[in-house]
């Protein structure tokens, strides 16, 4: 079993605002390159940027909040992704998402409880022709039927025991 590394959020905070020149006009990029490296926007975190960029910190919760792509919790271990392009959402991809909220018990940006799983519906994936589309991770499951779902999920937490 490989052990998780920690990250150290300070050191991540410093080289992020070292490689935006600690410009507060580049927050959006500041906050993605965060994000990027930590996999979410920890509140801590957050408060720091904001002291060491002497900004409010309204100023920032109000950029991370009015975006959708960026995240205040920690997702979960695999991320799972609903495609709702036009093709996807044509084919049926509002059906997908109701089934993932039954089966896992979650809403969209949750995680569940055991911190498997966490989903989010994304605008395109760019397969059309395999509409619609789920992604586990960076896996890709085209021409997807709520039917499908339980059998993927419970391969995936097969793969984890």
């Known amino acids: 079993m ?4 920690e990250i150290d959020r300070s050191q991540v905070l ?5 490689k935006n ?10 906050l993605q390159d965060i994000q990027h490296a930590l996999g979410f926007l920890p509140e801590d975190v957050l408060e720091e940027l904001a002291d060491m960029l002497k900004i409010p910190r309204s100023q920032v919760y109000s950029v991370v909040t009015f975006y959708k792509a960026f995240k205040l ?29 039954s089966q896992l018990g979650i809403k ?5 409880e055991d911190g498997l799983f966490s989903f989010e519906p ?12 789920m992604m586990i991770d ?7 039927t709520p ?12 793969k984890e025991e």
Do not use: D, W, Y
């Not at 410093?14 to 070292?18: A, T």
């Not at 920690?74 to 089934?99: D, M, Q, Y």
């Not at 960076?138 to 997807?144: N, S």
């Not at 039917?147 to 995936?156: D, G, V, Y």
């Open 2 to 5: 490989t052990q998780a590394v």
């Open 14 to 18: 410093q080289n992020v605002l070292e």
């Open 21 to 30: 020149e600690f410009k507060a006009s580049a927050l959006i990029a500041i």
């Open 73 to 101: 919790v920690p997702p979960g271990k695999h991320n799972i992704k609903v495609c709702l392009g036009t093709a996807c959402h044509i084919k049926g991809g509002s059906e997908l998402i109701r089934t993932l909220e």
């Open 108 to 112: 969209e940006g949750q995680v569940t």
């Open 122 to 133: 994304v605008m395109c994936v760019g397969c059309c022709g395999l509409a619609p589309v």
């Open 138 to 144: 960076e896996t890709f499951h085209g021409k997807m």
């Open 147 to 158: 039917k499908q779902i339980p059998k993927i999920l419970n391969e995936c937490k097969k």
